[in-house]
């Protein structure tokens, strides 16, 4: 039988994109494919910031193609953007000097809590913060912020994020029933991600933290396509399986061209309230371990706190409900060693 475009882009599916779970086809990556005889021409297309994705896709791309019956020749045809290329029309997040990402490789590690925490303690060191839930699935920041009131769009059509303790919060969740699933395929996640990014009037702020879902997907390369980020944290429990999640995140930022600023171990242990008896529950310093291994900083443990989850369900963060309590601590020093790494000068 002869080949066909069909059985070209079934092999195509093979190749993923560097550092991500999904193929290149699914993305939509491969624009055009022709078959003539034994010779097959694919035709690939993306924005990327990293130097290595193309290169790498291409000698991929070639390899599979070249292991169907019948293929005498192959020839790829790369077109890959710099993400400024990609949307010239104008700079996204322009009056935004500082753009991090919160991610973890795993569900369940306490991210949004992290990410809502250090925004708030961030502020409190005297950053202008806005806070960018785009975990699109699992939209949870305005619970954590105590907030449903609904953004205000301007006679433009742009959003105006709703300001909560001093930070400006923009999420799915409020814009959408909480009882109703977000069942999107890829496409969508990266258009909505998109428009957080272009519609959304941030205006002028020292750092945006986006709080980004768990694994390394859609709105993971939507993300670092579209904007330069300053850098990463990595969210993670000290048992080993969400460890190895973690390393997979963390490699996944290396890959595309993106610092990662540190490690935080969450629900790091239990600190008895009536005698101050530690207890490790999980693992004992597993996520200070894997940011030594990987060559990362370690940027602080955050112990099991009941109130962590009273505060988050209250809608008051804990550094605001119970500052002096040493979850609130951790999660301060947390925010002194981001800072420190994007302002030294300015991190007290």
Request: aromatic letters at 4%; a neutral charge.
């Amino acid at each position: 039988m002869a080949l066909t475009p069909e059985q070209v882009r079934e092999a195509l599916k093979q190749v993923k994109f560097p550092g991500l779970a999904r193929d290149i086809v699914s993305f939509g990556f491969v624009k055009e494919i022709s078959v003539a005889g034994g010779e097959v021409q694919v035709a690939i297309s993306f924005a990327s910031a990293n130097p290595e994705a193309g290169p790498r896709i291409e000698a991929e791309a070639t390899r599979v193609v070249q292991a169907l019956p019948g293929v005498t020749k192959v020839r790829v045809h790369m077109h890959v953007q710099a993400p400024q290329e990609a949307m010239p029309q104008r700079r996204l997040l322009g009056g935004v000097k500082f753009k991090v990402a919160v991610a973890s490789g795993k569900g369940g590690v306490g991210k949004s809590t992290v990410a809502a925490n250090m925004a708030l303690a961030m502020a409190q060191q005297g950053m202008s913060m806005g806070l960018l839930d785009a975990d699109i699935y699992g939209p949870s920041q305005q619970m954590m912020m105590g907030t449903s009131e609904p953004p205000r769009v301007t006679e433009e059509g742009r959003v105006v994020p709703v300001e909560v303790a001093g930070i400006r919060v923009m999420s799915l969740g409020f814009l959408m029933d909480p009882d109703t699933p977000v069942i999107w395929r890829g496409p969508m996640v990266m258009k909505a991600i998109q428009q957080f990014l272009e519609d959304v009037e941030w205006g002028q702020l020292d750092c945006l933290v986006v709080d980004l879902p768990p694994g390394t997907g859609d709105a993971q390369l939507t993300l670092t396509q579209q904007v330069p980020l300053d850098g990463a944290v990595i969210v993670t429990t000290p048992q080993d399986v969400a460890l190895i999640d973690a390393r997979k995140g963390l490699n996944m930022f290396r890959k595309v061209n993106v610092p990662v600023l540190g490690v935080v171990e969450n629900m790091s242990a239990f600190v008895c309230p009536a005698c101050g008896h530690i207890t490790e529950i999980f693992k004992k310093d597993g996520g200070r371990r894997t940011a030594q291994q990987l060559g990362v900083p370690f940027l602080g443990a955050v112990p099991i706190d009941p109130e962590i989850v009273v505060a988050s369900d209250a809608g008051v963060p804990i550094v605001l409900s119970r500052p002096d309590s040493p979850a609130a601590s951790a999660f301060q020093e947390i925010a002194r060693s981001v800072v420190r790494q994007l302002q030294p000068d300015r991190a007290r």
